[in-house]
């Protein structure tokens, strides 16, 4: 089989972001991370043969970022990453992983390397899922040309709105595309929409068609430096949030501060906020009820701040969710919208509901911490980590969300 991730910049723009963050932060103290796959959906994946996972795994370790890549990086972002981080990823060497029994995926190593691996490990597997799960490439031109269909009926639904506002729609679906050729298809047939299109965060993508990656930062990050600082300290556990936010705000201009605001429940994080809200460009909105969330950014920001602040929706869009928010907020906030899976893997057919999270400190510094990680969610159903760990959180981060969805991605 043909090799699914042949670049390695074939990931979301954030992984550059934190990937530097954590490069600097953690060259001198050595920070070992454990990482898990979880397939959330109710789609098994066991026609897909281990070996070619692992097949496709091993491909990985030989990937390598180009001069070229690079000059791309630094043509877009000029001054954001420094030229010793480059030099890192260049000579990079990314781990080899295996499939375990029942299809588990759960590798540990240094962050500053394993931090890549998520994004490949997903979009991997999606793919396969595709080939082995269902008929798709038995009649793949119809399929392809179905799904093809549905994006351009979307945007030119879209692009016909009333005062929808420019570039608000960002290509973010990497993780559970259909396949990577597919991806570029659509990307190909959304950039022609130059008034509602923003760009990608597919970062190989983005120098193939010569746009500006887009990204803010993840999960990973939060749940990372709150297990790191807590450790069994529930007052260093509730001030983690502080850290990170100071971290990337010392190293990340304006246009790039988009805060995550659900890792430990968007309660508390607003309430952590407050002192930063005049300096960060906005808020990334990832579960819970979209609306419900903008009328709260409303209150936190005030009516006139809220009309310079943005917020960037981003869980399980279509095309209905995205008017929705439209409607309800156009002249009130800036909003955009990081449209995932519904985008590069709407045919017709199931989507895989998986994700790749941090889920144990092993180690800091030389000095083993055994610890697990948390996420919790303004969705019951998005919460990850140890029983025990997750009621500690609930506590310490005052957590009483009690709303649940559906996972469809």
């Known amino acids: 089989m043909n090799r699914i991730i042949k670049s390695f910049l074939d990931f979301d723009f954030y992984k550059l972001t934190m990937g530097q963050l954590f490069f600097e932060q953690f060259k001198v103290n050595q920070l070992i991370i454990e990482y898990s796959f979880k397939n959330r959906s109710k789609y098994m994946l066991n026609k897909i043969p281990i070996e070619v996972i692992n097949e496709q795994f091993r491909y990985l370790s030989e990937l390598r970022a180009s001069q070229s890549d690079v000059d791309f990086i630094k043509s877009k972002y000029p001054e954001v990453f420094s030229d010793e981080y480059f030099d890192f990823i260049m000579n990079i060497q990314l781990p080899i992983i295996t499939v375990g029994d029942n299809y588990s995926i759960v590798y540990s190593g240094d962050v500053r390397t394993h931090i890549y691996m998520e994004t490949y490990i997903l979009s991997i597997i999606n793919e396969l899922y595709y080939i082995y799960n269902t008929d798709a490439y038995s009649n793949l031109k119809k399929v392809t040309e179905f799904g093809l269909s549905k994006v351009v009926e979307s945007f030119r639904k879209i692009n016909a709105v009333p005062d929808f506002p420019t570039k608000a729609i960002t290509e973010f679906g990497t993780r559970r595309r259909f396949s990577f050729s597919y991806q570029r298809e659509v990307l190909n047939i959304i950039r022609n929409y130059e008034y509602i299109f923003g760009g990608t965060s597919n970062v190989h993508l983005a120098k193939e068609f010569d746009l500006k990656p887009i990204g803010t930062n993840a999960h990973e990050l939060y749940m990372i430096y709150a297990g790191l600082i807590g450790l069994d300290n529930d007052v260093t556990l509730r001030e983690s949030q502080f850290e990170v936010l100071d971290l990337w705000e010392e190293r990340y201009p304006y246009d790039m501060r988009i805060a995550l605001s659900d890792t430990f429940g968007t309660n508390v994080f607003l309430e952590d906020f407050k002192k930063y809200k005049n300096d960060w460009k906005g808020l990334r909105h990832d579960s819970g009820d979209a609306l419900l969330f903008g009328e709260r950014c409303i209150d936190f920001f005030g009516a006139s701040l809220s009309k310079e602040k943005l917020i960037l929706f981003s869980d399980g869009l279509n095309t209905e969710e995205i008017l929705r928010i439209h409607y309800r907020f156009v002249n009130r906030i800036k909003y955009g919208y990081g449209w ?68 469809i991605v």
Request: no cysteine; aromatic share 6%; charged share 20%.
């Open 340 to 407: 995932g899976t519904m985008l590069t893997n709407n045919l017709g057919m199931e989507t895989l509901s998986i994700v790749v999270k941090p889920s144990k400190i092993i180690s800091y510094n030389g000095v083993v911490v055994d610890r697990p990680l948390v996420k919790l969610s303004d969705n019951l159903n998005k919460n990850t980590g140890n029983l025990l760990e997750i009621e500690r959180y609930k506590i310490v981060f005052d957590y009483v969300n009690k709303q649940s969805s559906e996972l």
